[in-house]
């Protein structure tokens, strides 16, 4: 059975605003709950208390996070599986946030990984923005 999430808005029509990154990743994980707790052990969120707001496209961020969140549940073949999402701030002056979905399944093969990465967002590391880099070559989000 195949999962399909509305996407609101397609690439062109971009909404970019101020959002707090917590609610975006609380939603995502939240819309995933359901299939990931049917085929992990574990699921793992660390994420800050004080992360701060940053200005991009809610949806596109929303997005991402689902296929990869879907993509390691679906991935998950081992009777001990488990997802972690990790964000974290990785600059000093709170310019810039990583979020992290790590997993111990089988992998993608290669029509996953091209759909995991169709929404892709590369901002500049400046003030108050979140720096996402969809890195095809390792297959991740760094």
């Known amino acids: 059975m195949k999962i399909m999430y509305p996407i609101v808005q397609s690439r062109n029509e971009s909404i970019k605003q101020w959002i707090d990154i917590t609610e975006i990743i609380s939603k995502s994980v939240s819309i995933c709950e359901s299939q990931i707790k049917k085929k992990t052990k574990n699921m793992n969120c660390q994420i800050p208390e004080a992360l701060p707001q940053i200005y991009t496209d809610p949806n596109a961020v929303e997005q991402v996070l689902i296929n990869l969140l879907i993509n390691a549940a679906q991935a998950s073949d081992k009777k001990e599986a488990w997802i972690t999402l990790n964000a974290r701030i990785t600059s000093k002056e709170n310019k810039c946030i990583e979020i992290s979905v790590i997993d111990n399944g089988c992998g993608m093969d290669k029509n996953t990984k091209d759909k995991v990465f169709d ?11 979140m720096l996402i880099f969809l890195d095809r070559t390792k297959n991740k989000v760094v």
């Open 119 to 129: 929404i892709k967002l590369s901002k500049e590391c400046s003030e108050n923005k």
